[in-house]
């Protein structure tokens, strides 16, 4: 059984991280910026998702790498935000 997880962030830390990840995972990918995540994609096997109120997978585990406490909220705790799906 292939794990499922869902990698949020693709920042400076979390691009490379996203990319060794998907090596070993079945990665979903999401960050705000949909540019960054095409360009992930180019370079790694994966999926995107585009938008957190469109979640239709069941994921063992969520991963956030987001280094801004602002950011962190509003992709969490927002009304368009993960826990709220």
């Not at 585990?61 to 801004?68: A, F």
């Amino acid at each position: 059984m292939t794990t499922k997880v869902l990698f949020i962030g693709l920042g400076v830390m979390g691009y490379p991280m996203a990319g060794h990840l998907s090596k070993h995972c079945d990665l979903h990918v999401y960050n705000r910026s949909t540019s960054k995540s095409q360009r992930w994609l180019e370079e790694y096997e994966g999926q995107i998702l585009l938008d957190l109120k469109k979640i239709d997978h069941k994921f063992d585990l969520v991963i956030s790498c987001i280094g801004n406490d602002k950011d962190l909220e509003e992709v969490y705790l927002s009304e368009q935000g993960l826990l709220a799906q």
